[in-house]
């Protein structure tokens, strides 16, 4: 099944973390092709903009959404109760959303979106790899699976945008299902 995954992240350019989750990526979604945006360390309001835009496209097509960024010192931490996590909503239009309840990343697009709920895969990851488990974490809720998804959140526990900030956006690249060849990388 061929599906689009837009991964909007605030990584740097040379992490090996970005290698890791594109091979990640391939092996559980054969025939993904990935579209990968980076914004600035700690810029959730940023990140916030892009999977808005990406929410409220009227594009065909199984598209996954995956945002992780880590929450700036401007910006509200984990929510609803301080745990860092991953969750996992719809949009109006079909579009799967998953990513860090961090920050203000899911602020603006939050009423595009229906059954916003935990995913019990961890977002902080591995000692090295700190972000090892986001393509656990698309991979689970892509295939529906029962057990990943977890309790409801209700949209009142994201925070609100604040009155006055400023975001910038990042960069952006696509890499395309035929480039992704998966390797042993000690998975």
């Known amino acids: 099944m061929d599906r689009?995954?837009?991964?909007?992240?605030?990584?740097?350019?040379?992490?090996?973390?970005?290698?890791?989750?594109?091979?990640?990526?391939?092996?559980?979604?054969?025939?993904?092709?990935?579209?990968?945006?980076?914004?600035?360390?700690?810029?959730?309001?940023?990140?916030?903009?892009?999977?808005?835009?990406?929410?409220?496209?009227?594009?065909?097509?199984?598209r996954v959404i995956a945002h992780?960024?880590?929450?700036g010192g401007q910006g509200p931490g984990a929510w609803p109760d301080g745990a860092e996590r991953f969750c996992t909503a719809r949009s109006l239009g079909g579009a799967l959303v998953v990513g860090a309840n961090v920050g203000w990343a899911w602020s603006i697009a939050i009423d595009g979106l229906t059954d916003l709920r935990c995913v019990d895969v961890p977002a902080d990851g591995l000692p090295g790899?700190?972000?090892?488990?986001?393509?656990e974490a698309i991979a689970h809720?892509?295939?529906?699976?029962?057990?990943?998804i977890g309790a409801r959140v209700p949209h009142a526990q994201v925070p609100a945008l604040p009155r006055a900030i400023v975001a910038s956006q990042g960069s952006r690249s696509q890499v395309p299902a035929g480039a992704l060849r998966p390797r042993a990388t000690g998975l």
Request: glycine residues 6%.
């Open 4 to 62: 689009l995954v837009h991964l909007i992240v605030d990584w740097e350019p040379d992490e090996l973390a970005i290698d890791d989750v594109l091979v990640r990526l391939a092996l559980a979604l054969p025939g993904v092709s990935v579209v990968l945006e980076r914004v600035a360390p700690g810029d959730t309001l940023a990140a916030g903009i892009s999977v808005a835009r990406h929410v409220l496209a009227d594009t065909a097509g199984e």
């Open 68 to 71: 992780d960024v880590h929450a």
């Open 129 to 135: 790899r700190p972000r090892a488990h986001l393509a």
């Open 141 to 148: 809720t892509s295939r529906h699976h029962e057990h990943a």
